[in-house]
């Protein structure tokens, strides 16, 4: 069994350790040492896990640990990455429900990602480093998945979809096949994506249309 630390105390905190515990019960892999406050909640147990550690502590870690990142923030879960990259001893191994429907050797998992409860995943996929796609979310065939990229819950990419890095897909929105999504994009949850975006900026509605500059 492996040491792993989940880092954050929220909800996507939560289900990393829900999906590790499912995982563990089918083989048993990580023993899970708890959750690292980053924000300072003040809480001492969370779903019966210690809360644990400071951030500064943990990079001085000296024994071998595996690290996942618990946050839903594209640019959280990058900061954190780019921190704690680089710190011996640290892994970052990616966290799949066994739920989840794919074909391993047809689907490429970058580190660190996460991949949650009935997620749908098409020869073809690829998440690169950090990335995380939320539960029930499909991705047809193709789907490229950038770096810290998040993709809520039952999104449906169409096939050939290219997400950059930092993307954000809202919960339930659809994108048409083939599109490009540019780096630091949002899509609000609902929306109906039938053209490519630009860098920095966010849409929503059917069919979507650019609303604002991200900040
Ligand atoms: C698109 C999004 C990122 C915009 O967030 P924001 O910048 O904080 O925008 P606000 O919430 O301040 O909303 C600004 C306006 O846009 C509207 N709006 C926001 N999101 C919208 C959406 N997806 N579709 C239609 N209208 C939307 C709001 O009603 C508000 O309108 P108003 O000014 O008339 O009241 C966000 O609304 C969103 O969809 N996030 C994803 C949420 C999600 O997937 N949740 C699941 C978590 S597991």
Same mark, same amino acid.
């Given at each position: ?25 089918? *083989? ?102 950090? *990335? ?38 809202? *919960? ?18 609902? *929306? ?24």
């Amino acid at each position: 069994m492996k040491d792993l630390v989940i880092i954050g105390t929220g909800g996507m905190a939560r289900e990393i350790y829900g999906a590790i515990k499912a995982s563990n019960d089918l *083989a048993p892999q990580y023993e899970v040492q708890g959750f690292v406050d980053m924000e300072m909640t003040g809480l001492d147990v969370i779903d019966g896990l210690k809360v644990i550690y400071s951030e500064s502590e943990l990079a001085q870690l000296d024994k071998p640990l595996a690290v996942v990142i618990g946050l839903a923030d594209c640019i959280k879960r990058a900061s954190i990455a780019k921190q704690l990259r680089d710190t011996v001893n640290l892994s970052f191994p990616s966290i799949i429900h066994p739920s989840a429907i794919y074909s391993p050797e047809l689907v490429n998992i970058g580190q660190g990602c996460f991949v949650a409860a009935g997620v749908v995943m098409s020869p073809g996929v690829d998440l690169e480093a950090f *990335a995380l796609v939320n539960i029930l979310a499909s991705l047809a065939h193709d789907v490229q998945v950038g770096s810290y990229s998040v993709i809520n819950p039952h999104a449906n990419i169409s096939g050939a979809v290219n997400l950059g890095k930092r993307v954000l897909i809202g *919960a339930s929105a659809v994108v048409h096949q083939g599109l490009k999504l540019a780096d630091d994009s949002t899509l609000g949850m609902g *929306a109906v994506l039938t053209r490519n975006t630009v860098e920095n900026a966010s849409y929503f509605g059917n069919p979507a249309r650019k609303i604002m500059e991200n900040s």
